[in-house]
Every structure is written in structure tokens, then in C-alpha cells.
């Protein structure tokens, strides 16, 4: 027995020395490994961020009156009310100002956007494969959708309160670039101004995002689990393919993900919106100030103005998003 135990041992310890030197102590091995991996970030950043450029593209003008209701901007308050005061307002602006006030701070939103959305998909994947390949279950999948919103919102928000005050005015004779209002931002509170300035309004702005980025993942997951299931597979998968899903079937995952996600998460984008404007009407309030400004003009109806415009933008927008992003992982390599 021992005879035959040493040279099994001594077998079994050459083997994991090879292992460990052709992979572990293999520097050229670890390169092209750490080389693939950057590539496939780069790639998978790209494709996230053209995904977001295109959704907000989409729906740039709903957007913008969306701001300008959930603010209540006293120019637009008497649309806000009224069951076609979208149409109204689009007219309003578009006769008045033109069609590219439409878009005003588009440019803006979409230098905030690519970088924003390829963080966010970008961490989603990551986090993703180290959390989800171990354990797969909605809760898993919604604590990384949560993070990965969190922190893609932290690096661009900056970018996204400039784009909230451009979305703002409305004066005819008023010009402002984002670099002259990003300068007003960081003076505002005297002195030799602050870059905390730039993050005012964050604290609702994570609260928000991580309820909605987290439903947004799950109920996209789930419902495009469900349609690959044998139930729905015959009529929402491509042909030849037993998990590409139509262009469709794609939308519709991403329309029902937006609208579940707007709903869990608009009454503290309402709440976050009126922070982000609140220098530029005069009014700095916290979350439990604003939330009671907010019930006390409007009740609690008031944490829900502008939810059908939401509902109009967010289906288009998130479907979008998730369709571009998946044609553009196809168009990079990243999957078949």
C-alpha cells in the first residue's frame, strides 16, 4: 500500500505544479487573460452607452416636459392638470420657442448618458457573474441591478443636475450652456463655492435609483425568462434559436420593465427633482421639508404628477435601451 501511495502522491503533486505553472505562474498566460477582459469591459461600455444615448434620444422632448411638470414650473402648472396637457405643452413650445427647444439640454443629457448607462450595464454584468453565477434567484438579481445603478448615478450625477436646470428654463431671451450653469451650480452657496454643490439632491436620487434600476433589471430578466419558456418560445423566439428573442418580444420585456420600475420609483423622483431646482426658485429644502411642500401644495397626488407622461416616456425608453443593448453586444461579439 504504501509503495503504491508514494508514487500516486508524488503524481498528484507534479500534476497540480504543472497546473499551477501553466496557469497560475504563467505571466503571458495572465496578460492575454487580463488583455480579453479588458476588451470585453471596452465593448460591453460601448454597447451599454449607445443603448442609453439612443433610448433618451427616443423621448428627449416628453423628458423635458416631464421636468417641467414634476417642478412645477409656474410657465406650464395649467397643462399639468389637464388630461392632454403633454400635447399642449409640446405645442406650447414648439410654437413658441421652436422644435429644438424641445431638446433643450439634450446635448447635455447625452454626455451624462453614454458614460452613465455603460457603467450601469457594465456593472450589472460584472456584478452579475460574481453574484448570480453562484446564486440566481430575483433577490440576487435585484440587489445588482440596485448597485449597479448606484454606482454609475454617483460618477455621472454632476452632468445630471446640469442637464435638470437647462431642462428647466423656459425664458425665450434666456441663454445658458451647461458650463455656465455647472459654474452657478458650484457658487451657489457663496464663498469660494463647492463641489458638494454639484451633488445636491443625490441623497433622494439614490433612494430613487435603487428601487428603480433594481426592478428594471428583475422584471427585464424575469419576463424575458418567462417568453423563452416553451409556453411563449414558438412565437417569441427567433427562428433556429432556442434564446434569441425577437425584436418584439425584446421591446415588450423592456416596456414592461420600465413601467413596472416607474411606478415603484416616481413619488422619490418627484421628491428629487423639485431638490435639484430648488436654488434656481429660491427654495433649499432636505427630503422631509420638500416631501411636506410637496403634500401640503398638492397632497398626496402630488408625488404622482406627470406619472402618465412617465409611463408615455419610460416603455419607449427602457424599451429601447435593452433592445440596442442587445444588438449591440450582436454587433461587438460579444454574444452569438
Not at 434666456?174 to 463647492?194: L, P, T, V
Not at 415588450?252 to 431638490?275: E, H, K, N, S, W
Request: hydrophobic share 40%.
Amino acid at each position: 500500500m504504501s509503495d503504491t501511495g508514494a508514487p500516486r502522491s508524488s503524481l498528484i503533486k507534479d500534476s497540480s505544479n504543472l497546473i499551477r505553472n501553466s496557469h497560475g505562474d504563467n505571466p503571458g498566460l495572465d496578460s492575454i487573460k487580463c488583455s480579453r477582459k479588458q476588451d470585453f469591459d471596452w465593448r460591453n461600455g460601448v454597447a451599454g452607452g449607445v443603448a442609453g444615448c439612443a433610448a433618451k434620444t427616443v423621448v428627449a422632448p416628453i423628458e423635458r416636459i416631464k421636468i417641467l411638470f414634476q417642478t412645477s414650473n409656474p410657465h406650464f402648472l395649467r397643462y399639468s392638470t389637464r388630461w392632454n396637457g403633454l400635447i399642449e405643452a409640446i405645442s406650447h413650445i414648439r410654437t413658441s420657442h421652436g422644435i429644438s427647444a424641445l431638446f433643450k439640454g439634450h446635448a447635455a443629457s447625452l454626455i451624462r448618458v453614454f458614460p452613465y448607462a455603460g457603467t450601469n450595464f457594465l456593472a450589472y454584468e460584472q456584478l452579475q457573474r460574481a453574484i448570480i453565477s453562484q446564486t440566481d434567484t430575483p433577490f440576487h438579481r435585484f440587489f445588482c441591478g440596485s448597485m449597479a445603478g448606484a454606482i454609475s448615478t454617483v460618477f455621472t450625477y454632476p452632468l445630471e443636475l446640469i442637464r435638470i436646470r437647462l431642462a428647466f428654463e423656459t425664458e425665450h431671451n434666456k441663454y445658458s450652456s451647461w458650463f455656465r450653469i455647472c459654474r452657478n451650480i458650484f457658487f451657489e452657496s457663496g464663498g469660494k463655492g463647492s463641489l458638494l454643490n454639484l451633488y445636491q439632491g443625490i441623497g433622494p436620487t439614490l433612494l430613487g435609483i435603487l428601487p428603480y434600476a433594481g426592478t428594471s433589471f428583475v422584471t427585464h430578466d424575469l419576463m424575458r425568462d418567462q417568453l423563452r419558456s416553451p409556453l411563449f418560445a414558438p412565437y417569441t423566439l427567433e427562428t433556429g434559436s432556442s434564446t434569441r428573442l425577437t425584436a418584439l418580444a425584446q421591446l415588450f420585456c423592456g416596456a414592461i420593465a420600465g413601467i413596472v420600475a416607474q411606478t415603484v420609483a416616481y413619488p422619490i423622483d418627484i421628491l428629487r427633482r423639485r431638490m435639484q431646482v430648488g436654488n434656481v426658485i429660491g427654495s433649499r429644502l432636505g427630503i422631509l421639508e420638500t416631501a411636506r411642500r410637496i403634500i401640503i401644495e398638492r397632497g398626496a397626488r402630488g408625488f404622482y404628477v406627470g406619472l402618465t407622461i412617465g409611463y408615455v416616456k419610460m416603455a419607449p425608453m427602457v424599451a429601447t435601451s435593452f433592445y440596442v443593448y442587445d444588438r449591440m453586444k450582436r454587433l461587438l461579439g460579444i454574444i452569438e
